[in-house]
C-alpha cells in the first residue's frame, strides 16, 4: 500500500494500535470532522463503540502537539498515518470471491480531560481533502483541534480518533468497521527563566541545504552533523512505505523541538538556547515530517535540524533536504 509523507505543522507524542479499545458498533456521539457545533466545558465525553475487530492496520498511528493559540487556549495539530490492511482482514459474513478492500470514509476527534469531560472543539477538514480511501496522512485532511478554555496546562487529557470503515465497493458498502486510535498527553506549563538564565546565548551556526539521498547510484545518506559527512553517522536517513524516516547513530538521541515555528529559519543571531525539547521525549528511529524540526543530541553536541523537503523516488528510496544548525 502506498501513503504520502507526512507533512505536519507540529510534532508530539505518537499512539498506535496498543491503546486501541474494542466493542461494539454503536452509535455517534463525538465530534465529526468539519461539524460546525460548538462543545460546552462540561459536556460529559462520550464516544461511539467500535467493532470487535476491524482492518485497520497495526502500523496505524498519530502523533499530536499542543501550542498556546494566543489568546490564553491551546490547539492541537495531529499527523501520522492511518490505513487498512485488507490482505490480513476476513470480512465476516461476505461470500465473494475477491477480497474485500476497505477505505476510510470518516474520522472523528475528541479530546477528554481527566474528569471524562469533552474539551475540544469542532474540527475542520481542511479544504479540498478527501477521504475515502485506504490510507489517510492526517496532516492532509485537518488543520488543528481547538481546545476549550477548561484544557489547562499541568493536566493530562486522552486524545481519541476514531476510524469509520467500509468496502470500497458499491457491493461491499454492508461491510462496516469502527475503530479507535487514544493516547494520553500533557500540556506543559512554560518554565519562567531568570533574567541571568535568559541572557545565556550559544552561538549557533547554520549549515545547508544539504540533500541526503539513497537512489541507486546517488551518495550520502547519513550525516556527522560535526563533520557533515557520512562518517561516525550521527544519524541515517531510511525510507519505509516511502516516508522518511532518521535513525539514531550510537550513543545518539532524536528529539522533537518544541519551540521553532513549522518550516520558518531563524535569522540573525541564533542560540542554543532558543531551541527546546517537546514535552514527549526521544524517539531514535524518528518519523520525519516536512518542515519539521528536530534537536540531535550527540557527543560532540547538539544540532537542531529542520526537514526542508522530500522528493520520493519509490517505496524504500529518495531524496531529503535538511537544514541544520550546530554550535559555532
Given at each position: 500500500?502506498?501513503?504520502?509523507?507526512?507533512?505536519?505543522?507540529?510534532?508530539?507524542?505518537?499512539?498506535?494500535?496498543?491503546?486501541?479499545?474494542?466493542?461494539?458498533?454503536?452509535?455517534?456521539?463525538?465530534?465529526?470532522?468539519?461539524?460546525?457545533?460548538?462543545?460546552?466545558?462540561?459536556?460529559p465525553?462520550?464516544?461511539?463503540?467500535?467493532?470487535?475487530?476491524?482492518?485497520?492496520?497495526?502500523?496505524?498511528?498519530?502523533?499530536?502537539?499542543?501550542?498556546?493559540?494566543?489568546?490564553?487556549?491551546?490547539?492541537?495539530?495531529?499527523?501520522g498515518?492511518?490505513?487498512?490492511?485488507?490482505?490480513?482482514?476476513?470480512?465476516?459474513?461476505?461470500?465473494?470471491?475477491?477480497?474485500?478492500?476497505?477505505?476510510?470514509?470518516?474520522?472523528?476527534?475528541?479530546?477528554?480531560?481527566?474528569?471524562?469531560?469533552?474539551?475540544?472543539?469542532?474540527?475542520?477538514?481542511?479544504?479540498g481533502?478527501?477521504?475515502?480511501?485506504?490510507?489517510?496522512?492526517?496532516?492532509?485532511?485537518?488543520?488543528e483541534?481547538?481546545?476549550?478554555?477548561?484544557?489547562?496546562?499541568?493536566?493530562?487529557?486522552?486524545?481519541?480518533?476514531?476510524?469509520?470503515?467500509?468496502?470500497?465497493?458499491?457491493?461491499?458498502?454492508?461491510?462496516?468497521?469502527?475503530?479507535?486510535?487514544?493516547?494520553?498527553f500533557?500540556?506543559?506549563?512554560?518554565?519562567?527563566?531568570?533574567?541571568?538564565?535568559?541572557?545565556?546565548?550559544?552561538?549557533?551556526?547554520?549549515?545547508?541545504?544539504?540533500?541526503?539521498?539513497?537512489?541507486?547510484?546517488?551518495?550520502?545518506?547519513?550525516?556527522?552533523?560535526?563533520?557533515?559527512?557520512?562518517?561516525?553517522?550521527?544519524?541515517?536517513?531510511?525510507?519505509?512505505?516511502g516516508?522518511?524516516?532518521?535513525?539514531?547513530g550510537?550513543?545518539?538521541?532524536?528529539?522533537?523541538?518544541?519551540?521553532?515555528?513549522?518550516?520558518?529559519?531563524?535569522?540573525?543571531?541564533?542560540?542554543?538556547?532558543?531551541?527546546?525539547?517537546?514535552?514527549?521525549?526521544?524517539?531514535?528511529?524518528?518519523?520525519?515530517?516536512?518542515?519539521?524540526?528536530y534537536?540531535i543530541?550527540?557527543?560532540?553536541?547538539?544540532?537542531?535540524v529542520?526537514?526542508?523537503?522530500?522528493m520520493?523516488?519509490?517505496?524504500?528510496?529518495?531524496?531529503?533536504?535538511?537544514?541544520?544548525?550546530?554550535?559555532?
Open positions: 500500500m502506498k501513503f504520502q509523507f507526512v507533512k505536519t505543522l507540529l510534532l508530539g507524542s505518537f499512539f498506535a494500535l496498543g491503546s486501541i479499545g474494542l466493542t461494539a458498533c454503536g452509535d455517534d456521539s463525538s465530534s465529526n470532522a468539519g461539524d460546525g457545533e460548538s462543545s460546552s466545558s462540561a459536556e465525553l462520550i464516544l461511539s463503540s467500535v467493532s470487535e475487530t476491524s482492518p485497520l492496520d497495526e502500523g496505524s498511528k498519530i502523533s499530536v502537539d499542543v501550542q498556546a493559540d494566543g489568546k490564553g487556549g491551546y490547539i492541537l495539530s495531529l499527523s498515518i492511518i490505513k487498512t490492511d485488507s490482505d490480513e482482514f476476513e470480512t465476516e459474513g461476505y461470500e465473494g470471491d475477491d477480497r474485500v478492500y476497505y477505505v476510510i470514509d470518516k474520522l472523528q476527534f475528541d479530546v477528554g480531560d481527566k474528569n471524562n469531560n469533552r474539551v475540544s472543539l469542532p474540527v475542520n477538514i481542511k479544504p481533502a478527501s477521504l475515502g480511501k485506504e490510507n489517510i496522512n492526517l496532516i492532509s485532511v485537518i488543520d483541534i481547538p481546545l476549550d478554555q477548561d484544557a489547562t496546562c499541568g493536566d493530562k487529557f486522552t486524545l481519541y480518533v476514531t476510524i469509520f470503515m467500509s468496502g470500497d465497493e458499491e457491493e461491499t458498502k454492508q461491510f462496516a468497521y469502527t475503530a479507535r486510535l487514544s493516547g494520553e500533557s500540556i506543559p506549563c512554560k518554565v519562567v527563566e531568570s533574567s541571568s538564565a535568559a541572557a545565556t546565548c550559544t552561538e549557533m551556526e547554520k549549515v545547508g541545504p544539504i540533500t541526503l539521498s539513497n537512489k541507486l547510484g546517488d551518495g550520502q545518506y547519513a550525516i556527522n552533523f560535526a563533520t557533515g559527512t557520512a562518517e561516525s553517522p550521527s544519524v541515517t536517513m531510511v525510507i519505509e512505505d516516508t522518511p524516516f532518521f535513525d539514531a550510537a550513543g545518539v538521541d532524536i528529539v522533537r523541538e518544541g519551540s521553532q515555528e513549522t518550516g520558518v529559519i531563524p535569522e540573525g543571531k541564533v542560540c542554543l538556547e532558543n531551541f527546546s525539547e517537546a514535552y514527549n521525549g526521544k524517539d531514535n528511529h524518528m518519523e520525519l515530517e516536512q518542515m519539521g524540526w534537536l543530541k550527540t557527543s560532540s553536541g547538539t544540532y537542531a529542520m526537514i526542508d523537503s522530500f520520493r523516488q519509490d517505496e524504500t528510496r529518495g531524496d531529503l533536504t535538511i537544514i541544520y544548525f550546530k554550535k559555532k
